[in-house]
């Protein structure tokens, strides 16, 4: 059975959705390329950016088979390094297949 996992990216500062330079945006362009893969795939239900006022953070929801599934997708991501990546297990309730 697979298990649900939320995710949280946490930009470098508060500000980085406004004030990104060109390299940063290219990492970010690559980086929903990458999840919106993950999502054609089966392991993504949902991600995009939550409009924070204090801040603009990103968060995804994915299923996979373990834990360890999880930190591959994490490390995998173009954009881990630029920003700091959380995660914990979620008991979601999904459509049937």
């Known amino acids: 059975m697979k298990k649900h996992f939320v995710l949280y990216l946490n930009p ?3 500000t980085f959705a406004q004030d990104m330079s060109d390299e940063e945006r290219s990492i970010m ?3 929903v390329i990458y999840w919106n ?3 054609n795939d089966g392991y993504v239900l949902a991600f995009g950016p939550v409009i924070d006022p204090s801040g603009v953070y990103g ?3 994915v ?3 373990n834990e360890d599934q999880v930190k591959k997708f994490i490390a995998d991501d ?3 390094g630029l920003n ?3 995660y914990y297990p979620i008991m979601a309730i999904t459509p049937k297949k």
Request: glycine share 4%; charged share 25%; proline share 14%.
């Open 37 to 39: 893969n993950l999502m």
């Open 12 to 14: 470098p500062r508060p």
């Open 84 to 86: 700091r990546y959380e």
């Open 29 to 31: 362009q690559q980086h």
């Open 63 to 65: 299923e996979a088979e």
């Open 78 to 80: 173009p954009a881990n």
């Open 59 to 61: 968060l995804g929801i």
